[in-house]
T-cell receptor
Framework: DGGITQSPKYLFRKEGQNVTLSCEQNLNHDAMYWYRQDPGQGLRLIYYSQIVNDFQKGDIAEGYSVSREKKESFPLTVTSAQKNPTAFYLC???WGQGLPEAFFGQGTRLTVV | SQQGEEDPQALSIQEGENATMNCSYKTSINNLQWYRQNSGRGLVHLILIRSNEREKHSGRLRVTLDTSKKSSSLLITASRAADTASYFCATDTGGSEKLVFGKGTKLTVNP
């Protein structure tokens, strides 16, 4: 089955720790995205990548880092510099190149304990 | 900053009624899309309308786009309880794949 997979579904982090959220897609999509969603709120763009080995900051990139070493993978690291990391994180991918329909993973809920 | 702003923030209707949600955006766009999100899940693409289109239909969905007013509307006809979800608009602009979402409209359809 083609799709986009996020793991883990739930993640707990102690203050001061870095954590990495996984996002894998087998749709052969060029573009990938990370969004943050807070309760009752919309999606805010953290980072996006249009091609392998390239990525751009979104609107709320501070305290986050990404890599795009492989086309199918776009992991997000939430660093200790992110002061309020508790949120629902969504990864998405699209063909790009004028085909912007995005496919989403099921999300990772990160909680700081 | 979020490009799209949906209106209303919340909408409650009875089954069988029509639901209309609006989206306003700030800058010129290439495409505008509507997505649906069930609680605690990922988003699902519903429909895309390009900047040179004015209206598009898909099943019970009708989307309009007015680029002069920088606004779009999503109409769901003959709503069902299963339509209960949050609905988001998303826009992309020329030159990049950046995809920006609004804050969403939470629709409740009462049986």
């Amino acid at each position: 089955d083609g799709g986009i997979t996020q793991s883990p579904k739930y993640l707990f982090r102690k203050e001061g720790q870095n954590v990495t959220l996984s996002c894998e897609q087998n749709l052969n999509h060029d573009a990938m995205y990370w969004y943050r969603q807070d309760p009752g709120q919309g999606l805010r763009l953290i980072y996006y990548s249009q091609i392998v080995n390239d990525f751009q900051k979104g609107d709320i990139a501070e305290g986050y880092s990404v890599s795009r070493e492989k086309k199918e993978s776009f992991p997000l690291t939430v660093t200790s510099a992110q002061k309020n990391p508790t949120a629902f994180y969504l990864c998405a991918s699209s063909w790009g190149q004028g085909l912007p329909e995005a496919f989403f993973g099921q999300g990772t809920r990160l909680t700081v304990v | 900053s979020q490009q799209g702003e949906e209106d209303p923030q919340a909408l409650s209707i009875q089954e069988g009624e029509n639901a209309t949600m609006n989206c306003s955006y700030k800058t010129s766009i290439n495409n505008l899309q509507w997505y649906r999100q069930n609680s605690g899940r990922g988003l699902v693409h519903l429909i895309l309308i390009r900047s040179n289109e004015r209206e598009k239909h898909s099943g019970r969905l009708r989307v309009t786009l007015d680029t002069s007013k920088k606004s779009s509307s999503l109409l769901i006809t003959a709503s069902r309880a299963a339509d209960t979800a949050s609905y988001f608009c998303a826009t992309d602009t020329g030159g990049s794949e950046k995809l920006v979402f609004g804050k969403g409209t939470k629709l409740t359809v009462n049986p």
